[in-house]
């Protein structure tokens, strides 16, 4: 039987990148799937190839750091659709400014970095957390390697900021909803290739070639890479995992 058959998975920002391959590999193991963009057009667009090969997706409009929206596509996913028991907290954005620059742009990545990786997940989980509650559900939320500090690569103090608190939230949250029988868990990308960095690589390779380098296994990952981890914590292989970050880095954080 497919890993997922009768779960209803929410992922958001399923547009693009790895919420795109894992909506996918989540509707090829059964999964109804719900994607969630403030892309609307892309997002229509997966769900558009998801059914044509046989799956079960519908996409909407969703602004992650717009609470009210949140709330209303719940319910609307709860009229339309059915009980959600998986939900992908995976839309962001990625900026490597440092804080000396121009104190305007430093605010202004503080500001939008925190709404959309941070308060969007906690935004959309709050919308969604009475169906998961009450089909013991699976909560699985997109960190990095930079839910951790390393010195070889940069990155913003805010992007860092952000994917620490996504790693906070998730064990917190795997703490008090365990006797509800939900498991709350993390996925840890390292460098991996997709749209988010698609501009850096092209105009500095070098950067690039910085955090292959420093990859043991000596490739940049595919969102592609995402998905295994993404069903195994969604899916009952996952039973006894709770609170746990999986690094899905090509072993860049054991070096
Ligand atoms: P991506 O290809 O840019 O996809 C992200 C998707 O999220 C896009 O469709 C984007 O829409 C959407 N989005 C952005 N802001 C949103 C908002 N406020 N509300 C709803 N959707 C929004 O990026 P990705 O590489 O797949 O990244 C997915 C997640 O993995 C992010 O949380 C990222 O931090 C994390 N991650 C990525 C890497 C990596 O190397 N790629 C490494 C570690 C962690 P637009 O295209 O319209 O902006």
Not at 30 to 58: C, F, P, Y
Not at 87 to 110: P, S
Not at 235 to 243: F, W
Request: glycine share 10%; net charge neutral.
């Amino acid at each position: 039987m497919p890993l997922l058959q009768n779960h209803i998975a929410v992922i958001t920002g399923a547009g693009s990148g790895i919420g795109r391959a894992i909506a996918k590999g989540y509707a090829s193991e059964g999964a109804r799937v719900v994607l969630l963009d403030m892309n609307e057009q892309a997002a229509a667009s997966v769900a558009g190839e998801i059914r044509d090969a046989g799956g079960k997706a519908e996409s909407f409009l969703l602004d992650v750091t717009k609470r009210e929206d949140c709330v209303a596509i719940a319910r609307r996913v709860a009229d339309k659709i059915g009980q959600v028991s998986i939900l992908v907290n995976n839309a962001g954005i990625a900026r490597r400014n440092g804080m000396l620059g121009a104190a305007e742009a430093v605010i202004n990545d503080w500001e939008d970095i925190i709404a959309i990786n941070l308060t969007g997940v906690f935004n959309v989980t709050h919308a969604f957390l009475e169906p998961l509650r009450a089909a013991k559900g699976r909560i699985v939320n997109i960190g990095s390697i930079q839910s951790f500090v390393h010195l070889k690569t940069p990155s913003s103090p805010a992007y860092t900021a952000s994917k620490h608190g996504v790693l906070g939230f998730t064990k917190a949250l795997a703490a008090e909803l365990g006797k509800d029988g939900v498991r709350v868990n993390a996925i840890g990308p390292g460098f991996i290739e997709t749209p988010l960095n698609e501009k850096v690589r092209a105009s500095n390779p070098a950067l690039a070639k910085v955090f292959v380098d420093h990859t043991p296994l000596g490739r940049a990952g595919t969102a592609e890479d995402i998905v295994g981890p993404a069903v195994f914590l969604a899916s009952d292989l996952s039973a006894y995992v709770s609170g746990s970050i999986v690094m899905v880095d090509g072993g860049y954080r054991t070096v």
